[in-house]
C-alpha cells in the first residue's frame, strides 16, 4: 500500500530519500508518456494501418509541437516556482511558499486562456508550418481543435502538480498522473474504435482524462494533508514573487517550447529530403525520445525538494550529496537505454507503428539520431540542479546553447556535407548533444564548487 505521506527532506539518508521520491516521479513520467502515446499506439493501428493509421499517426505527430508548448507554459510557473517555494521552506519562511503557490496558480489559469484563443484560432497554419501535409491536415485539425479546449485542465495538472511533489508528497503527485493516464488508456479504444471516432476520440479521451487529474490536484491542494495551502490572499499577482518564478522557470520552458521550433526545422528539412516517409519516422524517433527522457525528468523531479529545501537550509553537504546521487541514476540509466535502443531499435518502433517500410527506415534513422543519448543523463542532473538551486542565468544559458545555438543550424549545415540529405538531419541531434553536455558540465564543475563553498561559510557562521 502505497501512503499519501510526506518526506522528511532535511533528514535521513539521502539515497533513500531520492529513492523514495524519485520511484514515485520517475513512475509518474512514464505512465504520463501515456496520455500521448497511448494515442499514437492505438492510432497508428487505425485500419487499415498502412494508410489510414500511418497518415493519421503523422497527423498526429505535427501537433506534438504545439502539445509541447501548452506544456511548456506549466513547466514555467511550474519547475519555476516549486524550487523557489521549496527553497523558502527550508529557510523556515512557509508563507512565502504559499504566496508563490497562489501566484503562480493565477498565472497559470491566465495563460490557459490566451493559449486556448491562440491555438483554437490559428490551428491549421500552425500545423501546416509544423509539416502537416494536404495527406495529414485533416487528421491534425481533428485532433488538434478538440485537444486544445483542455489546455486548462493542462496547465492545472503539470503546472499545480509540481507543489505537490515539492512538499515531498511524491506518491500523491504520482497518483494525479496514474489517475488520468489510466483512464486515457481505457478511454481512447472506446472512443478510437468503438465509437468510431479516430482521432478526434483519442484527443477527447486525453482532454476528459487531464479533467479529472485536474479535479484531484486542486483537491489536494485545498485539503488538509498538504502543508502549503491555497488561500484567496495569495493569488492576487505580486511582480516581487512571479517576476524570479518566471526568470527561473524560462530554462524548461526553453527546453520544452523550443520543441516546436525545433520540429519546424526537423520535419520541414525531413519532408523536402524524405517525404512524408521521413516525418513519419521522425514521429517515431521522438516518441522513442521521449520515452528515454522521462524517466530522467522523474529522477531529476524527485532530487528537486531534497537540494532546494537543504539549499535553503544551508545545508551543503546534503546538497552535494542528493546531487553526485542523482547525476550516478541519470548516467546510468541513459547509457543503460542508449544500449537497448542501439541493439533493439526494431523493438522500439514496432511499438507505434508496424508498417514494414516506415519499420526499416525508422530501424536506421534510430540509430543515428539517439547515438549521443548515453551520455545525455550528465547533461539533465547538471542542468535540472542549477533549476534546483534557484540559478536562473546559468540553466537559461544551456537550455539555449543546445537547442537554439548549436542543434537548429546542425539541421540545415549538415546536409551541405553529405549526399544522403535525410542522414544528414537526423545526424544533427547527436551532434548537438555531444556539444552540449561538453559545456554543461565544464560550467556545472566550476560554478557548483564556488555554490557550495559559499554555501558552506554561511553554515559555519550560522547565517540563514
Known amino acids: ?3 499519501d505521506k510526506r518526506a522528511d527532506l532535511g533528514h535521513g539518508d539521502v539515497k533513500k530519500l531520492l529513492f523514495s521520491l524519485s520511484v514515485p516521479t520517475i513512475t509518474s513520467q512514464i505512465v504520463n508518456m501515456l496520455y500521448n502515446l497511448v494515442d499514437r499506439v492505438f492510432i497508428g493501428h487505425m485500419q487499415p494501418a498502412e494508410t489510414v493509421g500511418k497518415l493519421a499517426l503523422t497527423g498526429v505527430g505535427v501537433c506534438l509541437p504545439i502539445i509541447m508548448v501548452i506544456s511548456a507554459f506549466a513547466s514555467l510557473m511550474a519547475i519555476g516556482g516549486a524550487p523557489r517555494a521549496s527553497i523558502a521552506e527550508g529557510a523556515g519562511e512557509s508563507e512565502k511558499s504559499e504566496r508563490i503557490m497562489g501566484n503562480c496558480l493565477t498565472m497559470l489559469l491566465i495563460t490557459a486562456l490566451v493559449l486556448t484563443v491562440l491555438f483554437e484560432s490559428f490551428a491549421e497554419p500552425l500545423l501546416l508550418m509544423f509539416g502537416a501535409s494536404e495527406n495529414t491536415i485533416g487528421y491534425a485539425l481533428d485532433y488538434m481543435r478538440i485537444y486544445a479546449l483542455g489546455t486548462i485542465f493542462v496547465q492545472l495538472t503539470l503546472g499545480m502538480n509540481a507543489y505537490i511533489t515539492a512538499q515531498g508528497f511524491a506518491t500523491v503527485s504520482m497518483k494525479t498522473v496514474l489517475i488520468g493516464a489510466l483512464l486515457n488508456t481505457a478511454l481512447d479504444p472506446l472512443f478510437i474504435f468503438v465509437l468510431g471516432l479516430g482521432v478526434r476520440g483519442a484527443a477527447l479521451a486525453t482532454v476528459i482524462s487531464q479533467a479529472v487529474s485536474a479535479v484531484w490536484v486542486m483537491t489536494f491542494l485545498t485539503g488538509k494533508k498538504t502543508r502549503w495551502h491555497l488561500k484567496r490572499e495569495n493569488l492576487r499577482v505580486d511582480a516581487k514573487i ?13 527546453m520544452q517550447s523550443t520543441e516546436s521550433l525545433i520540429a519546424i526545422c526537423f520535419n520541414s528539412s525531413l519532408l523536402r529530403y524524405g517525404g512524408d516517409m521521413a516525418v513519419g519516422t521522425m514521429t517515431v524517433l521522438t516518441s522513442i525520445m521521449q520515452f528515454s527522457n522521462m524517466p530522467l525528468q522523474g529522477l531529476t523531479q524527485g532530487a528537486q525538494p531534497i ?12 546538497v552535494r550529496d542528493a546531487y553526485f546521487c542523482l547525476l550516478r541514476a541519470c548516467f546510468t540509466y541513459s547509457m543503460a537505454i542508449w544500449l537497448l535502443v542501439e541493439l533493439f531499435p526494431r523493438a522500439f518502433i514496432l511499438i507505434f507503428n508496424n508498417d514494414p517500410a516506415l519499420v526499416e527506415y525508422a ?6 539520431y539517439m547515438g549521443c543519448s548515453g551520455i545525455f543523463g550528465i547533461q539533465i542532473a547538471c542542468q535540472q540542479t542549477f533549476v534546483a538551486l534557484g540559478n536562473a542565468k546559468t540553466s537559461l544559458f544551456l537550455a539555449v546553447w543546445r537547442k537554439i545555438i ?9 546536409p551541405h556535407f553529405f549526399a544522403d540529405k535525410a542522414f544528414a538531419v537526423f545526424l544533427a541531434e547527436p551532434v548537438a548533444d555531444f ?21 558552506e561559510g554561511a553554515e559555519a557562521t550560522g547565517e540563514r
Open 363 to 368: 530501424a536506421w534513422a534510430v540509430r543515428i
Open 242 to 254: 512571479v517576476l524570479p518564478c518566471i526568470a527561473l522557470g524560462l530554462s524548461p520552458f526553453v
Open 1 to 3: 500500500m502505497i501512503l
Open 435 to 455: 556539444g552540449a553536455v561538453a559545456l554543461t558540465s565544464f560550467t556545472f564543475y566550476r560554478q557548483f564548487r564556488r555554490s557550495m563553498h559559499e554555501l
Open 406 to 414: 548549436l542543434l537548429i543550424p546542425l539541421i540545415y549545415i549538415l
Open 307 to 318: 537540494v532546494s529545501y537543504n539549499f535553503g537550509a544551508k545545508n551543503a553537504q546534503r
